[in-house]
């Protein structure tokens, strides 16, 4: 398959934004799972999230996922909404989607003749979105806490390219992308691509844009789509994204018995939840997503360490004995 270019023009008159999307980093780790595709998302956590999918609905996707293409429906993409957006949103995207467009997106994507691994989606494709959305749902839960780690990063990101755009320096982000996706001499160039459409130019256009999305999924990610009639977006390992994952597999600190076993930000609610924290405490002095901390407080809370209690309106977390045993057991010089 042929490269694709699209001749951006003096990028000064190229309307350029940057996205936090965590849509497009799930899709960026299922590739790496289940498409063969190498995003560099570390083993640790490949094998996290692997051991969280339902079986069959991965089983489902494999085949898709790894077609000889890569090419995927735009309303698979995760990224219907292209702007900032979180992951509760994007799954309502997928409960959303309606069967019978997907299905005529799909059979036109192959001239009216899908191959087989896609037949299934055009015959009952209720039953597909249903899959789908428990794939994505199972693979988001495992993913979620490094996803939250990677906040500052997505931040510092997006004041890299805004400062770019006003200095002048776009042209200097671009080239270094890290991308498999390349610019030079006013080109996009997107390997093994076949868009649907006619190339067409974003320089001086009101309506389409290039978005850039960072990917926090794995150092090698890179993904792209010029489906859209309103922009072409590209996808690209998020800057920084090496500190994160160097500092997991340096694991707690020294003598940390208590994160050692449990892990650190576990071990940290464990220990605050002496005085019966709500959620929203404990995201607040951790740092994290309510999100994240449910997550976690849910595996304590199955291991016997952590119990809830109603009091009024909210539910307080407590360390039952066992908790309490263990993190005096662990915390012991």
């Not at 999230?49 to 991965?58: F, I, K, M, Q």
């Not at 997106?105 to 789908?132: H, I, L, T």
């Not at 018995?257 to 464990?270: C, H, S």
Request: with cysteine; net charge negative; hydrophobic share 45%.
């Amino acid at each position: 398959m042929d490269d694709y270019v699209i001749p951006l023009g003096p990028l000064e008159h190229v309307s350029v934004s940057v996205i936090r999307h965590p849509g497009a980093t799930m899709l960026s780790v299922l590739s790496d799972l289940l498409g063969g595709r190498k995003h560099g998302v570390p083993a640790v956590r490949r094998d996290v999230v692997r051991r969280s999918l339902p079986a069959a609905d991965a089983a489902g996707m494999v085949a898709l996922l790894s077609s000889a293409d890569g090419w995927l429906p735009e309303s698979l993409a995760l990224l219907r909404t292209l702007d900032s957006i979180d992951m509760a949103t994007v799954l309502e995207e997928v409960d959303g989607l309606d069967p019978d467009l997907l299905a005529a997106e799909v059979d036109a994507g192959f001239g009216g003749d899908p191959p087989p691994v896609w037949r299934a989606v055009v015959d009952r494709p209720e039953a597909f979105v249903a899959s789908y959305h428990r794939l994505v749902a199972a693979a988001w839960d495992s993913f979620a806490p490094l996803w939250t780690e990677s906040d500052g990063l997505h931040a510092r990101e997006a004041e890299r390219v805004g400062v770019a755009a006003v200095s002048g320096g776009l042209e200097i982000v671009m080239n270094g992308l890290r991308s498999a996706v390349s610019f030079d001499g006013g080109r996009l160039q997107l390997p093994n691509c076949r868009p649907n459409s006619a190339p067409w130019q974003l320089a001086n256009t009101e309506h389409r844009r290039l978005v850039l999305v960072p990917l926090a999924s794995g150092l090698t990610a890179s993904m792209y789509s010029v489906e859209r009639e309103d922009a072409v977006w590209v996808g690209y390992p998020l800057p920084g994204l090496g500190q994160i994952l160097d500092r997991r597999r340096a694991g707690p600190a020294p003598g940390d018995a208590l994160a050692l076993v449990l892990g650190p930000v576990r071990a940290a609610i464990l220990r605050h939840a002496g005085n019966a924290p709500s959620v929203s405490d404990l995201a607040s002095r951790l740092e994290l997503g309510p999100s994240t901390v449910t997550y976690h407080c849910d595996h304590l809370v199955n291991a016997g360490l952590l119990e809830r209690a109603r009091r009024g309106r909210e539910v307080r977390l407590n360390r039952t004995d066992r908790g309490t045993g263990l993190m005096n057991l662990l915390s012991a010089p």
